[in-house]
């Protein structure tokens, strides 16, 4: 019963995060509909396994009504992701510290933390290096474009399956964007404040459950297991990375002394229960949505 109101909590944070992101970049986002919106992309990208890259096209699609470009709506899921990877650093570090304290931070959750850590820094800089040029962005992702008309060609006789020149368009945008963003980077700390809490209460509900099975475990070796299991999430195949994300955190859990008879079957309720409290409500609001878009197309 305590997963409910986690996760009622944990898309309020979500939606606090994207009002605050979108705020900067001069757009107002009513909370209801961003909360509604925040629902159906986790459905999106649970069910549409891509890594993300159909919740930046299904965000981009639901906020065009609302004069929001798409510009505006890819920086400002970028910018929720970096900010929710930047927050688990601070987690990493707080469930190695954790872990320290009961003896259980072996060598092997230190280099698993830490090759994480390294990563999202990586990452970070190689995304802010790329974003921050004119020349830099349209190089990178105009270069992704033309690739993926060329692909697209190869099966379809459509000369031109992305418009290059709406494209180099919107990505001229979207650095406008970050660089006005980045002359003003205090901004972005009540912002990661909200990523940070949207991520405890995800790992709140986890420990429910261990909770609920009788058992008081290490909050660190779920920490560490939530953030590789997730990470894991993003390049699966298979619609939310089932299979591989239980794996995952089994494995980690047992390094963090977290005996598999007990984490597997919490692991397991967990991702079961989660999804029945998250993907029908966010089912029913995505299908809601697609009529709604079909029905004001249909207007004359």
Do not use: C
Not at 197 to 225: D, R
Request: proline letters at 4%; aromatic letters at 12%; zero cysteines.
């Amino acid at each position: 019963l305590l997963m409910i109101p986690l996760e009622v909590y944990n898309y309020h944070f979500q939606t606090k995060l994207f009002q605050r992101v979108f705020r900067l970049l001069k757009v107002d986002v009513a909370y209801k509909f961003m909360y509604r919106v925040a629902l159906e992309l986790n459905f999106v990208n649970n069910v549409f396994p891509s890594g993300g890259v159909s919740g930046f096209s299904y965000l981009s699609l639901r906020l065009h009504s609302r004069d929001i470009s798409t510009a505006q709506s890819t920086l400002a899921n970028m910018i929720k992701l970096i900010l929710t990877f930047v927050s688990f650093q601070i987690l990493l570090v707080l469930g190695l510290f954790l872990l320290a304290i009961d003896g259980r931070a072996s060598g092997l959750l230190i280099l698993v933390a830490g090759s994480l850590v390294t990563l999202l820094i990586i990452g970070t800089f190689v995304f802010a290096f790329i974003i921050g040029s004119k020349q830099r962005i349209n190089y990178f992702f105009l270069n992704i474009t033309k690739i993926i008309n060329r692909l697209i060609k190869i099966f379809s006789r459509h000369p031109e399956a992305i418009n290059v020149a709406k494209a180099k368009a919107m990505l001229n945008e979207l650095h406008d964007h970050y660089m006005e963003i980045k002359r003003n980077l205090r901004q972005l700390n009540r912002p990661l404040v909200y990523a940070l809490l949207a991520n405890l209460t995800e790992i709140l509900v986890i420990y429910s459950v261990y909770v609920a099975f009788g058992q008081w475990v290490n909050p660190g070796a779920v920490i560490i297991a939530y953030a590789v299991a997730n990470f894991a999430g993003l390049i699966s195949v298979l619609p939310g990375g089932v299979g591989i994300y239980e794996a995952l955190m089994t494995a980690v859990l047992a390094a963090g002394g977290v005996p598999a008879s007990l984490s597997l079957p919490v692991t397991v309720m967990y991702r079961i229960l989660n999804m029945a409290i998250q993907l029908p409500p966010g089912y029913i609001l995505y299908h809601r949505a697609l009529n709604e878009e079909q029905g004001s197309s249909a207007k004359p």
